[in-house]
């Protein structure tokens, strides 16, 4: 993982912000929170009886991707709005 730096005046690309260790590490707990969240309202029930197969599981995996993406792509564009209002004009 990479730290950008906005104080150089240079808008960071998308992938050096989203890999970046605070983008990551936000997006993690976002997604474990948020994840964990919409795994009991969508697969609870399945979850409490026990009744879990493959494709469950899978579709409890991917649950946590949704707010991690979001995370993701809402951190890269704040900080790239942020960075550009920083350039020197």
């Not at 005046?9 to 890999?19: H, M, R």
């Not at 983008?23 to 707990?29: E, L, N, S």
């Not at 026990?50 to 993406?69: E, H, M, N, Q, W």
């Amino acid at each position: 993982m990479t730290e950008h730096k906005i104080s150089e005046g240079v808008v960071p690309g998308f992938w050096d912000i989203a890999t970046s260790k605070r983008v990551v590490t936000r997006a993690a707990r976002v997604a474990i929170l948020v994840g964990i969240a919409l795994a009991i309202i969508n697969h609870g029930d399945r979850l409490l009886q026990g009744d879990i197969d493959t494709t469950a599981a899978l579709k409890i995996l991917l649950t946590f991707c949704v707010p991690y993406s979001v995370s993701t792509y809402s951190s890269v564009l704040a900080t790239r709005e942020y960075a550009a209002m920083q350039k020197p004009t």
